[in-house]
T-cell receptor, first 114, second 117 residues
Framework: QQQVKQSPQSLIVQKGGISIINCAYE??????FPWYQQFPGKGPALLIAIRPDVSEKKEGRFTISFNKSAKQFSLHIMDSQPGDSATYFCAASMRETSGSRLTFGEGTQLTVNP | EPEVTQTPSHQVTQMGQEVILRCVPI?????FYWYRQILGQKVEFLVS????????KSEIFDDQFSVERPDGSNFTLKIRSTKLEDSAMYFC???????????????FGEGSRLTVL
């Protein structure tokens, strides 16, 4: 119930294309859903986050779509660039646990070809 | 830009040895965390620390692990008797507030790679 399932494991997209990464969760107590971007040799860095009171959040080329009834959320990267090549992790947190634990998905390795 | 710094970047140790991983969180942050990432796998929560005590710990964080904030700037993770399966990248993180709040963004360090032989 604490798990967050992420797919695909890897994704190859052409420059200018749309990258879509999906996550699903079971525990309805989750109430905060961030996406993290990790470059090789670096720690994860927050990219964008959403709470369940909205169905979509957009920041520049990055959009989170959230479907509360389906318990799914996804990251869309528009106009993907080679510099977006990284590993992306979805995550979830719940206020019930004092909001201190992030549960991460398995990660998606994105490659954007020039 | 303020950042979380971790030392050492890589440590090789023999099974059964004690290891201490060190972190300097961002100065005005109040919440501190350790996560680990076994090679090729997902990032896993170990422990959170606030107000000089553990807020929450995962099933991974057993009696072999301990955390400490020995002074006003450092935050350490100690593994008393390392096992082969402790080999991983250990990330320290800090946040200004609870994770789910707008000011609760986690800032991760670059990690300390631990190799247990």
């Amino acid at each position: 119930q604490q798990q967050v399932k992420q797919s695909p494991q890897s994704l190859i997209v052409q420059k200018g294309g749309i990258s879509i990464i999906n996550c699903a969760y079971e525990n309805t107590a989750f109430d905060y859903f961030p996406w993290y971007q990790q470059f090789p040799g670096k720690g994860p860095a927050l990219l964008i986050a959403i709470r369940p009171d909205v169905s979509e959040k957009k920041e520049g080329r990055f959009t989170i779509s959230f479907n509360k009834s389906a318990k799914q959320f996804s990251l869309h990267i528009m106009d993907s660039q080679p510099g977006d090549s990284a590993t992306y992790f979805c995550a979830a947190s719940m206020r019930e646990t004092s909001g201190s634990r992030l549960t991460f998905g398995e990660g998606t390795q994105l490659t954007v070809n020039p | 830009e303020p950042e979380v710094t971790q030392t050492p970047s890589h440590q090789v140790t023999q099974m059964g040895q004690e290891v201490i991983l060190r972190c300097v969180p961002i100065s005005n942050h109040l919440y501190f965390y350790w996560y680990r990432q076994i090679l090729g796998q997902k990032v896993e929560f170990l422990v959170s620390f606030y107000n000089n005590e553990i807020s929450e710990k995962s099933e991974i964080f057993d009696d072999q692990f301990s955390v400490e904030r020995p002074d006003g700037s450092n935050f350490t993770l100690k593994i008393r008797s390392t096992k082969l399966e402790d080999s991983a990248m250990y990330f320290c993180a800090s946040s200004e507030n609870f994770v789910y709040l707008d000011t609760g963004e986690l800032f991760f360090g670059e990690g300390s790679r631990l190799t247990v032989l």
